[in-house]
């Protein structure tokens, strides 16, 4: 006997299948172990391994391509069900199998159906396609660092003053467990749209909206709002009021942070507050911060809409 993919694992968010099945692919690249390995007590033949063990939501997994919202996917998360395709995986509704490459007409175990699903990710690794799309995604950020740094400039030469301020935008872990990519673009699209008609935003400048996915935290937004400073002053006021809109948005499903409130260095070095057009310092504290905002942390979307960004700009006067 050996340890089953079982089928009765909890049901998993969204957010969470799309980042397990990117690191069941990362652990596959990094590791040289299979999924099923023999098992030193010969009552036994396999004995699960880390792999294994990610594919307990294997279900769950192939069901976020079930093909009824068009979605774009990570690379890696298409490597992963590319690779499913190729080996013809299926469930006969006991166990996960696939037909043998060897002998016609036969089956593979469970176990060998797995650790044949590994060594075809390994392999279609290699290819072209995955290493383009992997590349392309490094490129991206570099550049959207680049064009971050040239919008702060830009925004800060403008205006005599400017108050820049942090924050971050969550949604409830009650909330999480049904939420999809698809209503958290759907609330920023609402966030974005109230500057024009919330009076809170009658003298905002520009704004940066920044789609992130964690593993604990499951979609979020960054986002960084940029008010002209000749005109408002009072920082923690505005922030309060722009998280208040953010529950209201989520009716009641979000929460907020204001990251300013948590920065412990050199006052010099924060990137929020109040800052001059003379002050180089802070203006370059400014565009290290918002820099940071679409580095690639390891916290990019896995799962979006067809054609959506997940970042997006706005110098608005």
Known sequence: MYSAITTSSPALSQAEVSYLIDQFVDDVLRY???????????????????????????????????????????????LFINACHDIRLEYDGYRHTCPDPVQDGCYLSEPETMNLLVMRIREMSKEADYRRRSADRRYRAKRQAEDIQAFVHRLTERYSKVLVLRINLYYREIARQRLTIEQVYADMDRLVAARRTNPLFKYLVGHIVRIEQGQDQGFHLHTAFFFNGSHV????????????????????????????????GDDDLRGTGMF??????????????????????????????AGARALRTSLIR
């Open 233 to 264: 002053f009072r920082q923690s006021s505005i922030a309060e009021r722009i998280g208040e809109l953010w529950v209201d948005i989520t009716q009641n499903r979000g929460y907020w942070h204001d990251s300013s409130r948590e920065f412990n």
């Open 276 to 305: 001059g057009r003379s002050d180089i310092q802070g203006r370059q504290a400014i565009a290290n911060l918002m820099t940071y905002l679409v580095k690639d942390k390891g916290q990019h979307l896995r799962i979006k809409p």
């Open 32 to 78: 040289k172990t299979l999924a099923f390995i023999p098992h030193p007590d010969t009552t036994k033949p396999y004995r699960m391994t880390v792999l294994g063990i990610d594919l307990q939501y294997l279900n769950q997994m192939i069901a976020l391509f079930d093909g009824r919202v068009d979605y774009d996917y990570s690379e890696k998360l298409e």
